[in-house]
């Protein structure tokens, strides 16, 4: 008898024996947009992917993100989105950022470091599914009308990223929900949240009983953004003295060696080729306070645009994905590499 009063209990507390639809594995495994659903929020219904769409699979989204193409049912593969670029060249598949409510990018460059994943232009995709808006801020300058489109449809956001930011051709429905069938499965964690114990009692209660549901939809709501901000700054006005803010250069070393390197070593996404000999730093470190196409502040802030035969380009870093401190630290390594 207590054995099975155990077993209940157990059972209660996966959800396994509440009313509705099956929880599964404890709360902090729970992707929190299944958890809003639960508690009655259907916002985000509309980013589940369609099933119905023949050949649409969450192992071909990833494979469109990883390697370009998606694999349909029969193991054919499909055409390639861009002869540029995989979707991993701009962005992370994992989280990056430690506070989920501060898109700090010095805090992102640590947390990068700790845990070996590339520093790059575009928002990861790990709680993408959690996002109710795309293209913020400054996007608007870049992409225009596409952005109206885009800003509240994680479709159009895709397909945005597919025949812009990527450089390649709309995708099929079934590339589409594949890629949202990916999403699903990097959502955020309800255990990603920041939640003292008591948050945790609202939302459990919530879920076990009818009432304090609207409570705890916004207290979840209230632990990472739904959007991913986004500003354009100019380079300094004077490029001699930069930012006039003492760099750090090992920060620098990073910055180099997991956002740089990550496109530019061996001609991985360019054909411009960065590296770590002392001739490369010394190119860029003469650019770097002048008016040429060669000068970081220029590229770092402004990008470059896609040429008519060669379109790959590489995509500006908003403040939030460097910030002016950070641009001097990568100035100071990449002059301190550059003497002797
Ligand atoms: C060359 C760089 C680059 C490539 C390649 C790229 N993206 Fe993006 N993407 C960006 C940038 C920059 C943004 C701007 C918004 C952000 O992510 O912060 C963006 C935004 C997005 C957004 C909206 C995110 C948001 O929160 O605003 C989606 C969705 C997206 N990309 C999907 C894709 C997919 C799918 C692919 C591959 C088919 C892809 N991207 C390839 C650079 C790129
Ligand atoms: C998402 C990929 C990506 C990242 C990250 C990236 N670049 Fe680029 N970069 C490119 C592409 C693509 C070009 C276009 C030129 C080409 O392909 O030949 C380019 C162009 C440049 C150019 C101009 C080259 C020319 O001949 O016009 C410089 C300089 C440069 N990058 C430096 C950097 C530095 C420094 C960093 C790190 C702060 C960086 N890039 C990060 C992809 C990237």
């Not at 099933?51 to 998606?70: D, L, M, P, T």
């Not at 994943?117 to 808006?133: A, D, K, M, V």
Request: charge should be neutral; include cysteine; proline fraction near 5%.
């Amino acid at each position: 008898m207590a054995r099975l009063i155990f077993v209940l209990i157990i059972l209660g507390y996966f959800g396994l024996t509440s009313p509705g639809r099956q929880l599964a594995g404890p709360i902090g495994q729970m992707p929190v947009g299944e958890l809003l659903a639960e508690l009655g929020d259907h916002s985000l219904d509309s980013h589940a992917p369609d099933h119905s769409v023949r050949n649409a699979s969450a192992e071909a989204g990833k494979s469109i993100v990883f390697n370009g193409y998606g694999i349909k049912a029969n193991g054919k593969k499909g055409k390639r989105v861009s002869r540029h670029f995989e979707c991993i060249a701009c962005h992370n598949v994992v989280r990056e950022d430690p506070n989920l409510l501060d898109p700090d990018p010095e805090a992102r460059l640590t947390y990068a470091s700790e845990h070996q994943i590339p520093f790059l232009q575009g928002t990861t995709f790990y709680g993408i599914s959690n996002r109710t808006s795309f293209y913020n801020g400054d996007y608007e300058k870049k992409y225009g009308e596409l952005v109206d489109q885009a800003r509240h449809n994680i479709r159009e956001a895709i397909q945005v990223c597919a025949t812009e930011c990527s450089q390649g051709r709309r995708l099929k429905d079934w590339e589409v929900e594949s890629i949202l069938a990916y999403f699903q499965t990097i959502q955020l964690k309800f255990g990603d949240l920041e939640v003292s114990d008591q948050d945790r009692a609202v939302v459990t209660n919530a879920l076990s009983g009818q009432s304090g549901r609207d409570e705890a939809v916004s207290l979840i709501k209230s632990k990472y953004l739904d959007h991913s901000p986004a500003h354009f700054v100019d380079p300094p006005a004077d490029r001699k003295t930069g930012n006039q803010l003492e760099g750090d250069p090992a920060n620098g070393k990073l910055i180099y060696d997991l956002s740089c390197m990550h496109c530019h070593e061996n001609k991985r996404y360019s054909f411009f080729v960065l590296d770590n000999q002392k001739m490369t730093f010394r190119f860029l470190a003469h650019h770097f306070p002048k008016f040429t196409k060669h000068s970081i502040y220029q590229v770092g802030r402004y990008g470059t645009s896609p040429l008519m035969l060669k379109r790959a380009y590489m995509p500006n870093y908003p403040i939030e994905k460097m910030s002016r401190q950070q641009m001097e630290d990568l100035r100071a390594y990449i002059e301190a590499q550059a003497q002797g």
